[in-house]
């Protein structure tokens, strides 16, 4: 029963390129959350998608970065013209359900870490 | 704006020592608590949660209770194995109600080294 799969483990990008990290979510489940952990920092909540769906993507920032959840394929993080301080890594989780209360129990994936030069 | 505080690590004890890391949380609404943990290689797995006031949550071990009066989610061992080793984080449901979708607030992360 494989658990969330990250991939890739660890990405290097120069600045202005892009970057684009897959996460395929636990079998069954059907929702994607994208973490960020700078350096010395804690997760941080970057957005939420169920299929084909943006449910909330509050925390992702304005420019440069969108997330997609097809029908069919893995969750896709994409990061364009990156720069310096997009370095992190980044966590993909999933849920089978979605608007429930007090779970709190995602399965989370090994993390992507992004190295900018 | 919702926040988590973990004490700062990294924590080394011998094994069989007593573990305390400690967790406050931002008071706004009724979160529910969480205490993860990241092994060497590993993603995050959920390891023990509260959901109300005066709730205790325990697995393999650890313990934490919900402290509403000092707004703190504490996770307490009482004798810690090699096999503990990881990284632990205490998190808040987004908002009040619990109806949090995975939408959680981290602390920063605790790294705990247990020696033989």
């Known amino acids: 029963n494989a658990g969330v799969m990250q991939n890739p483990r660890h990405l290097v990008r120069r600045r202005g390129q892009e970057a684009r990290l897959r996460c395929s979510p636990m079998?069954?489940?059907?929702?994607v959350y994208w973490y960020r952990q700078l350096p010395e920092e804690g997760l941080k909540f970057m957005v939420y998608?169920?299929?084909?769906?943006?449910?909330?993507e509050s925390g992702m920032p304005k420019e440069r970065f969108s997330a997609e959840f097809p029908k069919e394929g893995p969750s896709i993080l994409r990061i364009q013209q990156v720069v310096r301080g997009d370095s992190a890594a980044y966590f993909c989780?999933?849920?089978?359900?979605?608007?429930?209360?007090?779970?709190?129990?995602?399965?989370f994936g090994e993390g992507s870490r992004l190295t900018v030069l | 704006g919702d926040s988590v505080t973990q004490m700062e690590g990294p924590v080394t004890l011998s094994e069989e020592a007593f573990l305390t890391i400690n967790c406050t949380y931002t008071?706004?609404?009724?979160?529910?608590l969480f205490w993860y943990v990241q092994y060497p290689g590993e993603g995050l797995q959920l390891l023990l949660k509260?959901?109300?006031?005066?709730d205790k949550g325990s697995n393999k071990g650890f313990e934490a209770t919900y402290r509403k009066e000092t707004t703190s989610f504490h996770l307490e061992k009482g004798s810690v194995q090699v096999s503990d080793s990881a990284v632990y984080f205490c998190?808040?449901?987004?908002?009040?109600?619990?109806?949090?979708?995975?939408?959680?607030?981290f602390g920063q992360g605790t790294i705990l080294t247990v020696h033989p």
């Open positions: 998190a808040r449901s987004f908002n009040a109600g619990g109806t949090s979708y995975g939408k959680l607030t």
């Open positions: 008071a706004t609404g009724y979160p529910s």
């Open positions: 509260a959901t109300k006031a005066d």
């Open positions: 989780a999933s849920s089978s359900t979605g608007r429930e209360t007090n779970t709190g129990e995602l399965f």
């Open positions: 998608l169920q299929k084909e769906n943006i449910i909330d």
């Open positions: 079998k069954g489940h059907s929702h």
